[in-house]
Each structure stands twice: as C-alpha cells, then as structure tokens.
C-alpha cells in the first residue's frame, strides 16, 4: 500500500507532453537502477536481480521511498542548513541546479580537511545534514560529518559502503543522465513537500538543464 501511495505520488507530466508518465518510466530510461558488477552486504537488500552482463540492479521502489523520506527530513531541517558535496564526476551540474532550487549549498570538489570538525579554521562550516553523492568519493564529508554527528544523506550504489549514512538512497551515482535525474527528482518532491509546486505540475527545469554537458574529449 505505501509503495502504491508513493507510485501515485511520484507521477510526473513533462511540459513537452500533456500526458501524464509515471515515474517508473523515467527511472527505467535514466539508468537510475543501474549499478555495477560488485555488490556490497550493505547494499545487498537494494538489489532485485543482476543482468545478463552481469550487472546488478537497483529497486525503483525503494529508491522512491528514499527520496520521499529524504525530502520529508531536508524540509523539516530546512534546505538552507544543508549542503551537498561531491568529488564525483557529472555531479556537479546536477548538484549547482539543486542547490540553487532549493537554497541549499554546495561544496564541489576536493573536501578539505578540518571543514566540519576544526573551529578554527576559515572555511569551518556547521550544517545541520550533509548531502553526498558518493560514499567512497565523498569519504572525507561522511567521516568528518559522523565525527561532528551531523546526519549524512547518500547516494549509493551496489559497490559503496553504506554503514555510516543515515539515510540511504539506492542510485546509479555515476552516470550523468542518472544523476541529473536523482536530483530533479529530489528537488521536485522537496518543493511539492513545501506546496509549493502541485503533484500534476512541471518543473520550471527540466532534467536536461540538470544534466552534465559533454566535453570536447568525450565528443572526440
């Protein structure tokens, strides 16, 4: 029945269309469930079954849940008090898009010793939830963050390591049309959390613009 309620809730009308898609659709063509050939026992409970090329595969229900649930949470802290961090490649578009949605910030790229843990320093910050999009990627956030007890959100996919995340939101974090989809997704629930935007209405963005651009070298 949850699951019921949440796939009704999670039905989506894209402005270039005037039907109504279910969100199942949209996880399916972003590769949002796909993960890699190496599962851990933390994910293990995440996966419905492995492929012919031997990859594994993500629940789209649960990943649903855990959007819901993190949204539910980021709204009760209050998005400003947050702020999402990422060392991963294709993250960082995704990451500036949501951030500037939703208020919240954001820290790209290398995460320097001391930034949650040491007063003294300059760039010290005291967030209420930190955001990572990678708990291997992002290891100095989550440990610095467990050591502060600030609460860590992440995304996961079947390789990581998930034992020091408070919610965990099962996610092919690598693939730039995956992330991009991640994030707008999270935004959308956030703002419909909020009444801000209505179940049935569009975006002002569109996955696209949350989406990582291609560089010269991958074009070549």
């Given amino acids: 029945m949850i699951l019921y309620v949440a796939w009704r809730r999670f039905k989506i009308v894209m402005s270039e269309q ?29 996966i419905t079954k492995t492929t012919d090329e031997g990859l594994y595969m993500l629940d789209g229900d649960m990943t649903l849940e855990k959007i819901m649930t993190s949204a539910k ?39 320097m010793p ?9 760039y010290y910050i005291e967030p209420k939830i930190v955001f990572i999009s990678d708990p291997e990627v992002d290891e100095q956030a989550l440990i610095e963050a467990t050591n502060a007890g600030i609460p860590v959100i992440g995304l996961s996919n079947t390789e990581n390591i998930t ?32 009444g801000e935007l209505k179940e049935n209405e569009s975006m002002k963005k569109e996955i696209e613009d949350f989406e990582a651009k291609h560089t010269e070298e991958e074009i070549e």
């Fill in 163 to 194: 034992s020091k995340l408070d919610i965990i939101i099962p996610a092919n974090n690598r693939g730039r049309r995956a992330l991009a989809t991640m994030y707008w997704l999270l935004v959308r629930q956030i703002l419909i959390e909020k």
């Fill in 18 to 46: 005037t039907e109504a898609i279910d969100i199942k659709k949209l996880i399916e063509r972003s590769g949002l469930r796909v993960g890699t050939n190496v599962k851990t026992k933390f994910m293990k409970s995440f």
């Fill in 114 to 122: 001391g930034t949650l843990t040491n007063p003294s320093l300059p």
């Fill in 73 to 111: 949470f980021i709204n009760r802290v209050g998005a400003e008090n947050i702020i999402v961090c990422s060392g991963r490649q294709y993250a960082g578009i995704p990451i500036e898009q949501f951030c500037e949605m939703t208020g919240a910030k954001h820290h790209l790229g290398r995460f």
